[in-house]
């Protein structure tokens, strides 16, 4: 194994190695077992040997990839030899992020009783420094309020501080956090290992790992623009005036499965899980204007399977550990192939199958050019065959369920603005219009039974059209 090319080491992989193999403890072997990893990724191949050994690494994986624990597996080992407080430090660019990432560390760390804290925005801040107080070993953060702490809350300090780890370092410093992470730089000891993960290998990254990392091995698994062979990819073209039906025919077709459609706005997120949800379907949205609470509610309930369906933004393309997504539907073209890569990567991780349909049409074009030119991949066409008949017979139900949808988003922004936020769950604010929701189901049911009586019955006529944003 050469030190400084663990490439070389991923690309002789084809004798599977164990967790074993790798020098992990029994206890963490177990751990792995515990949660079905059967063999360690390519990822985990590559780096946790090296980690062990107490080097720096940048890792350069695709989401997906078992990342996560390519940095928890070597912490955990680490504090099990030398338990301290404060012990690792990880960085998020989102809050979803961080709680994934703090969820892996405490399924990994079970056996050997690891204590965690998520210090993220849009919490509260005392019962975060309460957490702090309590000397967790491992703390996972988003930078802007972890340096609210480190300023504000008396005690806390990371003077002892063992492991830093910048998780999607590129997302970190697209995201503007590059002043956060250099202020962190200069209260935390040298004297430390630092992980560094990222999808792509920006001239930021670049400038972020020559400021933090000493003498770094560099693992990489994925190339820029590519997708794992796992992942069959489809396009479906058609106009725009027909989108709805063609999302409503495939979430019909795929009835069963776990879905996220992603979308370009939160406006056409909670309109479209109303509209879905008029049409019998199991949504739920995501998105940036739901507050924290209410974006981990909505999460919470696609990752137990309560809801099999989440509209999301990009906001939940990154990072987010969603185990056993079946399909990814791009509703909306992603404005660039680093976007499409995130998405699409939501489904067919570590090694499973799946499958990702972006809807295109006559105005996405161009777009949809420019990713296939990134990937150097050209996708297949969704075999729709003769199904195109029925997929236009939707059009006048799916256009009552949007009409709908209108009425009760304008319900809600009356009702926020009348002050009635939280009193009118009823047809699902809460959280600005649409936010995700429990009790307008009641209503939604209404349409459903009306007419055709199924919830996903066929009919004829109307259809609606809308625009991109
Ligand atoms: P990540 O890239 O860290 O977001 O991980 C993606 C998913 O793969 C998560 O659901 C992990 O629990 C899972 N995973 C990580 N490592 C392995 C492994 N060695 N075998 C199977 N699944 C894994």
């Known amino acids: 194994m050469s030190n400084d090319s663990a490439e070389v080491e991923t690309a002789g992989a084809e004798v599977k ?64 030899a030398a338990p301290q407080p404060l012990f690792a430090c990880v960085m998020a660019p989102t809050r979803e992020l961080a709680f ?50 480190l300023e504000n809350t008396k005690g ?48 930021k990254v670049e400038k972020l790992q020559r400021a933090s990392l000493v003498n770094p091995v560099k693992v990489e698994v994925a190339t820029k623009y590519s997708t794992v062979s796992t992942l069959l990819q489809y396009y479906i073209f058609f106009p725009l005036a027909q989108k709805e039906c063609y999302l409503t025919y495939l979430l019909n077709e795929l009835a069963g499965q776990t879905c996220i459609v992603f979308t370009l706005t939160c406006a056409s997120t909670q309109k479209l899980a109303l509209m879905l949800r008029n049409l019998g379907f199991e949504a739920v949205c995501l998105h940036g204007q739901m507050s924290q609470p209410k974006r981990l509610g909505a999460l919470g309930k696609f990752k137990a399977g309560t809801r099999n369906i989440l509209i999301a933004t990009d906001v939940a393309s990154r990072g987010l550990d969603i185990p056993s997504v079946d399909i990814v539907i791009n509703y909306d073209v992603p404005q660039s192939s680093k976007d499409y890569i995130h998405r699409v990567g939501r489904t067919a991780r570590a090694g499973r199958s799946g499958k990702s349909i972006t809807l295109v049409t006559q105005y996405d074009v161009e777009w949809y050019q420019r990713i296939e030119h990134a990937m150097n991949k050209k996708l297949d066409e969704y075999p729709l065959g003769k199904d195109k008949a029925a997929v236009l017979m939707l059009q006048e139900r799916v256009a009552e369920a949007t009409r709908f949808a209108h009425m009760q988003l304008k319900e809600e922004l009356a ?46 006529g109307g259809g609606s059209s809308r625009g991109r944003k």
Not at 63 to 76: E, N
Not at 159 to 165: E, G, I, S, T
């Open 17 to 80: 190695k164990t967790f074993e193999d790798l020098g992990l403890l029994p206890q963490l072997v177990e751990a792995c077992k515990k949660l079905n990893f059967t063999h360690p990724s390519d990822i985990q191949v590559a780096s946790i040997p090296h980690a062990l050994e107490g080097r720096d690494i940048i890792g350069l994986a695709q989401t997906g990839s078992g990342k996560t624990a390519a940095f928890a597996l070597p912490i955990l080992q680490r504090l099990f």
């Open 156 to 203: 806390f300090n990371m003077k002892q501080l063992k492991y830093l780890v910048m998780d999607e370092a590129d997302r970190l410093l697209d995201l503007d956090f590059g002043a956060e992470i250099e202020k962190l730089l200069k209260v935390i000891p040298r004297e430390r290992n630092t992980f560094l993960f990222s999808a792509t290998m920006t001239s």
């Open 415 to 460: 009702n926020a603005k009348a002050g009635g936020v939280g009193k009118r769950k009823r047809t699902g604010a809460g959280e600005g219009p649409g936010a995700e929701q429990d009790d307008e189901e009641s209503v939604n049911k209404r349409l459903v039974r009306k007419g055709n009586g199924g919830g996903r019955g066929g009919g004829r």
């Open 100 to 149: 994934q990432i703090s969820e892996q560390f405490e399924a990994l760390g079970s056996t050997i009783g690891v204590r965690c804290a998520v210090i993220v925005g849009g919490m509260d801040m005392m019962s975060q420094a309460i957490a702090l107080s309590k000397k967790p070993h491992i703390v996972i953060c988003t930078p802007g309020r972890l340096i609210d702490h």
